[in-house]
């Protein structure tokens, strides 16, 4: 059960980083993504912190949920 509520805690985390990324580009327009710096460095923040959390599941976690897309890049940068 532990490790179930782990996973899951890392789960919401990234769900709000995602959210985070999507309220970005809400509220600015696709060119802007080239043009503002801070914008940039605010969406690669929350993909760096995708990247962070997806290594902590569980591998138990991650064998039950191939089709989530992090599984395919657990571990990737660190190389």
């Given at each position: 059960?532990?490790?179930?509520?782990?996973?899951?805690?890392?789960?919401?985390?990234?769900?709000?980083?995602?959210?985070?990324?999507?309220?970005?580009a809400r509220a600015r327009e696709p060119e802007d993504l080239k043009a503002d710096r801070m914008y940039q460095k605010a969406v690669v923040m929350s993909l760096i912190n995708i990247g962070e959390l997806s290594k902590s599941f569980t591998e138990e976690y991650l064998k039950g949920m191939p089709q989530i897309p992090c599984v395919l890049t657990v571990g990737l940068y660190s190389r």
């Open positions: 059960m532990e490790h179930e509520e782990r996973n899951e805690q890392i789960r919401q985390k990234m769900l709000g980083e995602i959210a985070d990324i999507e309220a970005f």
